[in-house]
């Protein structure tokens, strides 16, 4: 018995330590510093992706840049976004080959390639999905 209320007493302790903290610490992240800290993660991951969609980027390469649990980042993109993570750097892509249609003569394999995938089929496929509408035809449509 006497062991568990050490343990207990110690835990009492380090909440009184821990509350002090907060008090004196403006920038530990709770109440309104908590949602400024949130959308700065959600800004980093935003700049994360401008900058390497192109490249073969995972949800776990964004989740280790910005220091956050991958499920937690889920979270934040569904808080902020409304949408995954995932789905976002899809869209992103899908926005940046639409304008490379449209401002270039770029085959479709090497616009697949410009935003992030080795394999035009799969770039076709996943476009269509979002865009409603093939590549090719998105082409002849808006060039």
């Known amino acids: 018995h006497l062991h568990r209320a050490r343990e207990v007493r110690l ?18 992240p709770f109440g309104k510093n908590l949602e ?15 900058k390497n969609y192109s490249r073969k980027v995972t949800i776990n390469d964004l989740a280790k840049y910005i220091r956050l649990d991958r499920s937690y980042l889920c979270s934040l993109f569904k808080e902020f976004l409304h949408q995954s993570p995932q789905s976002f750097l899809i869209d992103y892509r899908m926005n940046k080959a639409c304008k ?3 401002e270039t003569t770029l085959s479709i394999g090497d616009i697949a390639r410009s935003v992030g ?27």
Do not use: C, W
């Open 11 to 28: 835990l009492g302790h380090l909440y009184v330590v821990l509350s002090h903290l907060i008090e004196i610490r403006k920038d530990i």
């Open 117 to 143: 995938y080795e394999d035009p089929l799969l770039f076709s496929k996943i476009f269509k999905k979002f865009k409603k509408t093939t590549p090719s035809e998105y082409i002849q449509n808006n060039r």
């Open 100 to 102: 490379l249609m449209e």
């Open 36 to 50: 400024n800290r949130k959308e700065e993660y959600i800004r980093k991951s935003i700049e994360y992706i401008a």
